[in-house]
């Protein structure tokens, strides 16, 4: 019983590394998500009101004009897909095919959010959990040093673990409403271009 657990602790002790490496990446990757969020907030603040704007009006007879008003170049999705619903509007499986697509390419820019949502707890609970063996075995042999710094690599792993689930939760919360949002728009886009065959 005392080999196994040995091999256990042995086992644990090696995931720290990888673990702390995995955390790391996750914190950086989280950063460049706040940026390219910051990026994407802007786009819909400019696009997304004046497509909200005329979606409101919109009506088979002024689609047209609706097209000339939309930006030319914006990285929004719903901006791409609407132009590729205008050029296939003649092509029902086309149009249908495209907004499952949108679905898929909208899941797709959701997917880091949802893996930081996931993992980053997870990492963080067992960088936390990790350092605790040695550290009670310091605080049993009187060696505060080694306990300190145990703990200190314990409570790091978890904050960076949960502020990396924080920056996944909260983007992935705020796209997920955009995206439904332009769903929406798209639908109704569709319908119209197809009462216009």
Known sequence: MHYISDVLYWISTGLLVPVIILLIYFFLRSLILV???????????????????????????????????????????????????????DNTAKINKLLNDFELDADKDLALSKTLTKLGPMLGLMGTLIPMGPALVGLSTGDIASMAYNMQVAFATTVVGLFSSAIGFITQQVKQRWYLQDMNNLEFFAELLKENQ
């Open 35 to 89: 940026g390219s969020f910051f990026g994407h907030f802007i786009d819909v603040r400019k696009t997304g009101v004046l497509i909200k704007k005329e979606f409101n009006t919109l009506t088979k007879e002024n689609i047209a004009s609706f097209m000339e008003k939309l930006p030319k170049k914006s990285r929004l999705l719903s901006v791409y897909y609407i132009r590729q619903l205008w050029e296939n509007q």
